[in-house]
């Protein structure tokens, strides 16, 4: 794989996407090739299936190299699932020469991660807050500032180590190295946010099809995290179930006919459900389809709010709240979703991207994908070694330290 060609898989609920992007020499992002595939091996956003999952993630890859017409070996994968947890933590240390380097900071980040932690969880990122030098507080990166003792607040976001294992095994299982491993919403954050609502105050909502994700952005850094194990897979089911049709019926009605909002859909308009087993077909209007979609999507929604209102954030989202994610496709989830969260809501589309195949990913069903791909190339995540020694291992203390020390240093340079 060249040195500025990343590849990200987002491995979801329903399909595998798998993106491929290149950089040129004025640091332009174009996408390069995409590659989709339905996909039936995961539940809730975690692997419950290995074959099947391997099997789309090597069809989405495949597909994505063709379009490319490069040879994928390492990618950067993605990890969702309501497994995942965050939490806010301090560190603490003393500085010996007076001036805070580099080296001061990662004893800083490595004292933050001596949390007591159960055996079955492994940490995949730890995000700076803010810096305290010498009870001076609101210090982005201290690094080169005078003082005897330096304290951080991080945001330390874990998940299940199985989960973890599971994803690394379906990647090299189809082929390829794991290069790293990226909370989806953080992810998805970098496709469909401009910096400026990071700044000002935003809550991105990424509805999937297993799972919803859910990150709080204030002063360019994340402040909240969570997924949620309600999603668009449900709606599905709540139109299977109320209309008496097939799975993958209720899929095309929800894709082609449905709306969120049941006042916004024509109480003329007719939709025919095919019958079952012979049966006759059926006539219904578009509402009663709207009537048994907005009240899943409403449950949705406050349950995303009941997170942002757990962050304590709530009260800072200056610009609202930005949804995307397949499930967020829905015609006029944007305007239930100011509704419920009384607060503005935009749909959210990957952007930031200069050629290639901008068109074709300008879909917020792109959103992960993309953002894991522009995600990479902002932490320089290109080539590298795999860490699955290390995942298999039960996350050794070392390489998790080099990894996240890397992490670290991209999120000095942001802030």
């Excluded at 580099?102 to 810096?131: K, Y």
């Excluded at 709080?216 to 008496?244: M, N, P, Q, S, Y």
């Excluded at 003329?268 to 907005?294: F, M, S, V």
């Amino acid at each position: 794989m060249s040195e500025n060609i990343v590849v990200g898989v987002d491995i979801g609920t329903t399909k595998v996407c798998a993106v491929v992007a290149g950089t040129d020499d004025l640091d332009r992002v174009n996408i390069l090739g995409v590659g989709m595939a339905p996909s039936d091996g995961l539940n809730r956003g975690v692997v419950v299936n290995i074959d099947r999952t391997v099997a789309a993630v090597r069809e989405a890859v495949e597909e994505a190299e063709r379009a490319a017409g490069v040879e994928v070996r390492e990618v950067i994968v993605g990890i969702a699932g309501d497994h995942v947890q965050s939490f806010q933590t301090r560190g603490v240390v003393t500085i010996n020469a007076n001036e805070i380097t580099q080296n001061d900071v990662q004893r800083l980040l490595e004292d933050t991660t001596h949390v007591a932690l159960p055996a079955d969880r492994e940490i995949l990122h730890v995000i700076p807050q803010e810096f305290i030098v010498d009870g001076q507080d609101g210090v982005a990166d201290p690094v080169g500032m005078s003082g005897v003792r330096l304290e951080g607040d991080v945001h330390i976001i874990t998940g299940l180590v199985s989960a973890a294992k599971n994803i690394y095994r379906c990647i090299e299982k189809a082929g390829f190295q794991v290069s790293d491993l990226v909370l989806e919403p953080l992810a998805s954050s970098f496709s469909v946010l401009h910096e400026d609502e990071k700044e000002v105050g935003v809550a991105i909502i990424d509805i999937g099809g297993g799972t919803t994700d859910i990150a709080v952005f204030e002063d360019h850094t994340i402040r909240h995290t969570a997924v949620i194990a309600v999603a668009g897979d449900k709606v599905t089911d709540d139109i299977r179930k109320g209309l008496g049709v097939m799975r993958n019926q209720a899929e095309q009605l929800k894709r082609q006919f449905g709306v969120a909002l049941a006042e916004q859909a024509g109480t003329n308009e007719k939709i025919e459900i095919p019958g079952i087993g012979g049966r006759d077909e059926k006539t219904i209007g578009r509402d009663t389809l709207a009537q048994i979609i907005q009240p899943r999507m409403e449950e949705i929604l406050e349950i995303a709010q009941m997170e942002i209102k757990r962050s304590g954030y709530g009260r800072h989202l200056g610009v609202g709240c930005v949804l995307t994610g397949g499930g967020s496709l829905v015609p006029h989830t944007d305007e239930l979703a100011a509704e419920v969260l009384g607060m503005e809501a935009r749909a959210g589309r990957p952007m930031g991207l200069s050629g290639g195949l901008v068109e074709e990913v300008s879909d917020p069903k792109y959103a992960t994908g993309v953002g894991l791909v522009l995600y990479g190339m902002r932490h320089d995540i290109i080539g590298g070694n795999t860490l699955s020694d290390e995942v298999q291992a039960g996350g050794a203390g070392e390489s998790l330290m080099v990894r996240i020390a890397r992490r670290m240093k991209a999120w000095f340079d942001e802030l």
